[in-house]
Nanobody, 128 residues
Framework: QVQLVESGGGLVQAGGSLRLSCVDSGRTGSSVLMGWFRQAPGKEREFVAA????????YYADSVKDRFTISRDNAKNTVYLQMNSLKPEETAVYYCALNLRGCSNYGCYGRPSEYDYWGQGTQVTVSS
């Protein structure tokens, strides 16, 4: 039974940093792809970052490149999102997501429909 549990959200001033964690607490098998998405009130869920579990290749939305870093700890079944230089417009609920099937289409890592399981989300609020 897959269960994704996010933590690490909170209130931070603009320019500050947070590190989000997502633990897959229900499985011992291998993930294929894990991603982070965010959703602000009244907006669609948008892709933030993703990482292939095996090879560790990473992908980022253009808006977060060079500021956010996604990483994983295989032994802990945990994926992290280090967020630096946060901006007020990045206030949102951040979700981690798990893909067990893999995907091969260009940009598939950025599509919510490619993910099989989702966490409950963690609120990130960036004050100006």
């Amino acid at each position: 039974q897959v269960q994704l549990v996010e933590s690490g959200g909170g209130l931070v001033q603009a320019g500050g940093s947070l590190r989000l964690s997502c633990v897959d607490s229900g499985r011992t098998g291998s993930s294929v792809l894990m991603g982070w998405f965010r959703q602000a009130p009244g907006k669609e869920r948008e892709f933030v970052a993703a990482i292939w579990w095996g090879g560790g290749r990473t992908y980022y939305a253009d808006s977060v490149k060079d500021r956010f870093t996604i990483s994983r700890d295989n032994a802990k079944n945990t994926v992290y999102l280090q967020m630096n230089s946060l901006k007020p417009e990045e206030t949102a609920v951040y979700y981690c997501a798990l893909n067990l099937r893999g995907c091969s289409n260009y940009g598939c890592y950025g599509r919510p429909s490619e993910y099989d399981y989702w966490g409950q989300g963690t609120q990130v609020t960036v004050s100006s």
